[in-house]
């Protein structure tokens, strides 16, 4: 995964973080995971997460961290998500996304500087 930033209020891809897949059917185990950081200088700052599937929020399929306590202006707060759904799909082609969308401030996930990550698993369940 290479470096990432948004400070952008509305969902997007995180890239590298869709999986295409083919089903036969029934449920997906789905596990996401992030370490970024957040900076801007307000409690105000934060970073929403959220599932994807085929370009559709999953239900309660979504996480987030906020800048609290306030850290000074310029710095980075480090913050964790995990987000684990299932979720029903009917036979054919499909495609899981993690999204990500700032409250205000700047989201970051930096594994060449900070060891952030992000990761994203499918696995289907007959």
Do not use: Y
């Amino acid at each position: 995964m290479t470096d990432e930033s948004t400070s952008s209020n509305v969902f997007a891809d995180i890239a590298g973080m869709s999986i295409p897949l083919v089903t036969t059917g029934g449920r997906l185990d789905i596990l996401a995971t992030v370490c970024g950081v957040i900076s801007g200088g307000s409690v105000t700052d934060g970073v929403l997460f959220r599932l994807t599937v085929d370009g559709v929020p999953v239900p309660n399929g979504g996480s987030s961290f906020f800048a609290n306590p306030q850290p000074a202006p310029g710095t980075n707060l480090v913050g964790n998500v995990a987000i684990l759904k299932q979720i029903a799909v009917i036979a054919g082609p499909h495609t899981v996304s993690l999204q990500w969308a700032v409250v205000t401030g700047t989201a970051q996930i930096l594994p060449s500087t900070l060891n952030n990550h992000a990761s994203l698993r499918v696995r289907e369940v007959p």
